[in-house]
Every structure is written in C-alpha cells, then in structure tokens.
C-alpha cells in the first residue's frame, strides 16, 4: 500500500551533506524525499521544536545472526538501532559461520529485508573464516551488496596477507574496515596495560597493540591505494598516525565509539565487566587526544561497536567473559550530552559524524536528504532530560556500563524509507 504524501513542517532541518542547518519543511513521497511544494494535499505534520537529521548511520554493529542469536538477533539489534536513532547499521562479519561469502551476505541481507527496521549493509569477512590466511572472494560479495570489508574481531596477523587484501580491495575500491589489534602483543590482556590493571592484577594490552597495527595500514594503504578505515581507536599515538596519514593525503579514516570518548580504565572498578572491550578503554590523555581528533576532524565517524552479550557470559569474570558492550541505545543521547550540550561539538558536526563521515566511506546515497533519495531521518529531541534505562532497551543483550546516566537530548524516533518508527506522538 502506497503511504500517503506527507510534509514535515516546524522542525529544524540538520543536513551537514547538503549545507542545511535550518527550519524548513521536508517533503516524503512514496519512501522519498520529495519537494513539499510538489506535493498535492499532503498530510501535514508539525514537528516543531524537533530536530530532524539524515538517517544515523552506525558503522559498526554485531548483529550476533547466524549462529548467536542467544545474544542479539537481525529483528532485536534493528529495532534498537532505529530507537538509537540508526536508519542505516554496517552488520560486521565475525557471525558463526563468518560472512565470508557471497551466499551468507545474500542471506543476511535477506533476513534483514524480510524482519529488519532499518537498512542493514553487511560487510564482507576479509579471509575465510576470519582465519587471516586465505582471502575470500571480494568481487562476488561486493556483486551480491557488501559495501565493505573487515575481519573485525580481529586482523590477519601476516602482514603479507593484509598486503594482498589491500591490493585486492583496491582493485574493486572496497574499503577495508580494519580491527587494528597485534594479538601477540594484546593477548592475553584483558584490559589496558595500566595502573587499574595493576591495581586490579590483570593481564593488561598495552598501546603498542593497536599502533603497530595502525602503522603497518597506513604504510599499505600508501603502498596499494587501498581505502582504509581504522575501526574503534583508543590511543593518542593511533589518533596522531591518522592525522599524519590524512594531512598527507591516504585514503584513511577513523572512527570512535562513545565509550572511548566518555569512559577510560578506570571504570573497570565501577562497571565490571560491563568496561570490558577490544581495543580496551585507555587512560585520560588517551581520551582528550581522541576527543582533540573528533575536534579537529582528524576522526570522521563515531560507531557504537555494539556488542551484545548475555548477562550469564559477562558474569564469567574478568580473565573470562567476551569482550564488548552493547551501544546502539546510548550512542545519541550520550554523545548529545557530552559533545553537543558540552558546546565541544556544534549539532551540524555532531551529525555529521554519524552521517557525511560513514557516507564518505561507504559511497552510498545515505546520509542526506537529497531530494529523490530514500527518505531516511533522525528525528531528535536536543534538550528532553532523561536518564538511560538499559532494561527497557530493545537490545536482547543488557551488557551495558550507562544505566541510569543522565542525559540531555533524546531520539524521538526514525523514518526509513518514509515509514515511522518511533514515539507514538506528533500525529505520526
Ligand atoms: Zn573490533
């Protein structure tokens, strides 16, 4: 059934791509952005005080289908993507079995259609089992839709072997999305190597793990042209390698997650394991680098790296449980908070990061609202206090360090393809 025409009127309208920081009316006809005054007799509806962006986009999303659903599933990870404001989530590879070929993006992708709220783009494994030897066959995943490469979870440790992905991926111009860890030096670390693991008398990684792996990328994308993503940074030196690396003009970017840039070891103590994650939280100077990089525009994406666990595999301990939080909930709210409201951020390049950084990297047509294309938007209330309530997440896994935290500004809802999902209110 065809939805009736519609114009948004009221709102303020947040497009970084398109220049657009304003109040003006947002036509959707038919799943697309459409002009309003090409509208005849649309319904009307008034969003004033509200703020409406280009659909978010999360970069970096553990679906946990096939094979883990006991975790998260394609219906319960969407759903908490679009009530984390997210249209569109890059579903990582690392599944069981891996998606490392043509076939498994095909069935994802279908899964997705068939039982997803938002767009799901599933990136391709970049070896075969995620093994870090043989390389899969890129050209039939990017035919059959991958947008991206990644053995995220890990990295192929032979360098050799990330050199032949690297000129393979160029040759197609597939981004290679990468999880910069040196397992022989990170393993078998369980958080940073620092004075908290000291404290607490745990293995710790040290920094090195993640920048001799920074390096090594960066010195192959100069060498293969390869377009190169550095996933969930956590170290000042990576951040000053990135931006040494872009001011030189590499196809490289970068992205942060929230907890990186809200949180640092110490909340080991205070969260459990639930401040458990690869790369690990690291200390202050690392976090105000990585925020100096979001400032600066050195980091271009912010990614939730949500990780959904059940509360029986967290409670393993420390030596133990899986690496990882979930974040598709937290992510606005926590970054309207502390980057928007803070004043560090203006709205435009706060929605930027979730918007014009992923699109530049993915090459797609989302991320804007170009009039034609399909009608994704965020839809945010910048200044309703709330506190975050994990338990009423639509997320399957709870493994989460922010219950509680209060917060300043929320996702009212998302449309996706012109459909609505959100807050029963404005009439929609
Ligand atoms: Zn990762």
Redesign the pocket.
């Known amino acids: 059934m065809m939805q009736q025409d519609m114009v948004l009127c009221g709102a303020r309208v947040v497009d970084p791509v398109n220049g657009v920081d304003e109040i003006r009316e947002v036509g959707i006809s038919d799943g697309r952005f459409a002009a309003p005054e090409s509208l005849k007799s649309p319904r009307r509806v008034d969003l004033r005080g509200l703020v409406l962006a280009p659909g978010f986009i999360d970069l ?1 999303v553990h679906l946990r289908e096939p094979g883990q659903t006991h975790k998260e599933d394609i219906g319960s990870a969407t759903r908490a993507a679009a009530a984390g404001g997210f249209t569109t989530v890059l579903a990582m590879p690392n599944t069981a079995p891996a998606i490392d070929t043509a076939e498994r993006v095909q069935a994802v992708q279908q899964a997705a259609a068939d039982r997803g709220a938002v767009h799901v783009l599933q990136a391709g494994a970049l070896t075969l089992e995620r093994a870090g030897k043989e390389l899969a066959d890129y050209a039939a995943m990017q035919a059959a839709g991958a947008p991206a490469l990644t053995d ?2 890990s990295t192929p440790q032979d360098s050799e072997v990330m050199r032949a992905v690297m000129q393979a991926a160029a040759a197609l111009r597939l981004p290679v999305v990468d ?1 910069c860890e040196d397992s022989s030096l990170s393993k078998p670390g369980v958080m940073h190597a620092g004075a908290t693991a000291a404290l607490m008398q745990l293995p710790g990684q040290p920094r090195a793990a993640e920048e001799t792996i920074v390096t090594r990328d960066i010195a192959l994308a100069r060498e293969t042209g390869c377009r190169v993503h550095l ?2 940074l956590s170290t000042a030196g990576a951040v000053q390698e990135l931006r040494t690396a872009r001011r030189e003009g590499l196809p490289v970017s970068g992205e942060v997650t929230p907890h990186h840039l809200f949180l640092t070891d110490a909340a080991a103590e205070v969260y459990g394991v639930n401040a458990k994650m ?1 790369p690990p939280l690291r200390e202050e100077g690392d976090r105000q680098a990585l925020l100096a990089g979001v400032l600066d525009g050195t980091i271009t994406c912010i990614a939730t ?1 949500h990780a959904p666990h059940t509360a029986a595999e967290k409670a393993a301990g420390w030596l133990e449980a899986p690496f990882g939080i979930i974040g598709l909930e937290a992510a606005v709210p926590l970054c309207l908070t502390g980057l928007y409201h803070t004043g560090f951020l203006s709205l435009s390049r706060l929605v930027s990061l979730f918007t014009q950084g992923p699109r530049e990297l993915l090459g797609l047509p989302v991320g804007a609202m170009t009039i034609g294309a399909a009608a994704d938007v965020t839809v945010l209330d910048l200044d309703a206090p709330h506190r975050l309530k994990v338990a009423e997440f639509a997320s399957r896994s709870h493994n989460c360090p922010y219950d509680g935290w209060a917060c300043r500004g929320k996702v009212v809802g998302v449309f996706v393809q012109g459909k609505w999902t959100g807050a029963a209110a404005y009439g929609l």
């Open positions: 970096h995220d979870g999880h996933q969930h690869a790296d």
